[in-house]
């Protein structure tokens, strides 16, 4: 079993940066690739970007790639999405994921686990 809960969600405005953390708590944290997604009001859960076991491999969604950087520290059990040059549609609900396994993965369906949340709300 892995907890993730997730931080660094707030209200920004357009153009501004936001980092996110993910803690990951349970089994070894080493061994799960992780992922984050978002979902705004009124939409599907999309997904964000994916980080495989050792950092090595990322993968991100076209809307976010260039702004958005996600990376993790294993030592800290953490997963962090730094997002820079926001943007007003960027707005919304953000989870943290985790595979049971070490590979990437863009579909939801894919993750095993999943933290509650953290609001980003960009204005202009």
């Known amino acids: 079993q892995v907890q993730l809960v997730e931080s660094g969600g707030g209200l920004v405005q357009a153009g501004d940066s936001l980092r996110l953390s993910c803690a990951a708590s349970?089994?070894?944290?080493?061994?799960?690739?992780m992922g984050w997604f978002r979902q705004a009001p009124g939409k599907e859960r999309e997904f964000v970007a994916t980080i495989n076991w050792s950092g090595g491999r990322t993968y991100y969604a076209d809307s976010v790639k260039g702004r958005f950087t996600i990376s993790r520290d294993n030592a800290k059990s953490t997963v962090y999405l730094q997002m820079n040059s926001l943007k007003l549609e960027d707005t919304a609900l953000y989870y943290c994921?985790?595979?049971?396994?070490?590979?990437?993965?863009?579909?939801?369906?894919?993750?095993?686990?999943w933290g509650q949340g953290t609001q980003v709300t960009v204005s202009s």
């Open positions: 349970g089994r070894t944290f080493s061994s799960n690739a």
């Open positions: 994921a985790a595979r049971r396994v070490a590979t990437t993965s863009v579909g939801p369906d894919e993750y095993d686990y």
